[in-house]
T-cell receptor, first 112, second 116 residues
Framework: DGGITQSPKYLFRKEGQNVTLSCEQN?????MYWYRQDPGQGLRLIYY?????DFQKGDIAEGYSVSREKKESFPLTVTSAQKNPTAFYLC?????WGHGYTFGSGTRLTVV | SQQGEEDPQALSIQEGENATMNCSYK?????LQWYRQNSGRGLVHLIL?????REKHSGRLRVTLDTSKKSSSLLITASRAADTASYFC????????????????FGKGTHLIIQP
């Protein structure tokens, strides 16, 4: 079955470390997205990519970086510049304009 | 900035009753979507309604859209315990702004609890 796989499910980061969250999809979708969700809050857009080798900043891109070298993969790196990284991170993809999003099951990142 | 805002923030009803959630937004949209999120999980797409549509049905779900009032409602009929979840509305901006490929904008959600 097609879908989006996020890994790991839980991730712990020490102060000053960079960590990378994985997002892989086998839906043949061009557009992929990273969202951040804080407790009791909605989702905020970090980065998105509409096509391979191209990506755009979302509303809260500071302290994050991404790459899109393959259609199937859109990894997110949380850098040490992100001062408050503890959150639930969700990856999504869509067939395109006018279609719903398919979400992964999320990665919960905690700073220790 | 958050485009959609759901109302109420939380809703508790008895199993079998109908649940209604509302969403208001600020700018023009191409479409509006509703998602469900179970605790600690990813979001699941429920239904999409386009700006030129007024009502849409999917099983026990009924969505309405009033673009003049910039509002939408989600009705879940004959609720079940399994409907307990958070429900989010998300808006895709108008065509001149990318139409949604630039990313949906989500509200903070309505937490629905179905009492057995």
């Amino acid at each position: 079955d097609g879908g989006i796989t996020q890994s790991p499910k839980y991730l712990f980061r020490k102060e000053g470390q960079n960590v990378t969250l994985s997002c892989e999809q086998n839906l043949n979708h061009d557009a992929m997205y990273w969202y951040r969700q804080d407790p009791g809050q909605g989702l905020r857009l970090i980065y998105y990519s509409q096509i391979v080798n191209d990506f755009q900043k979302g509303d809260i891109a500071e302290g994050y970086s991404v790459s899109r070298e393959k259609k199937e993969s859109f990894p997110l790196t949380v850098t040490s510049a992100q001062k408050n990284p503890t959150a639930f991170y969700l990856c999504a993809s869509t067939k395109g304009w006018g279609h719903g999003y398919t979400f992964g099951s999320g990665t919960r990142l905690t700073v220790v | 900035s958050q485009q959609g805002e759901e109302d109420p923030q939380a809703l508790s009803i008895q199993e079998g009753e109908n649940a209604t959630m509302n969403c208001s937004y600020k700018t023009s949209i191409n479409n509006l979507q509703w998602y469900r999120q179970n605790s600690g999980r990813g979001l699941v797409h429920l239904i999409l309604i386009r700006s030129n549509e007024r009502e849409k049905h999917s099983g026990r779900l009924r969505v309405t859209l009033d673009t003049s009032k910039k509002s939408s409602s989600l009705l879940i009929t004959a609720s079940r315990a399994a409907d307990t979840a958070s429900y989010f509305c998300a808006t895709a901006p108008g065509a001149h702004s990318g139409g949604g490929a630039d990313g949906l904008t989500f509200g903070k959600g309505t937490h629905l609890i179905i009492q057995p």
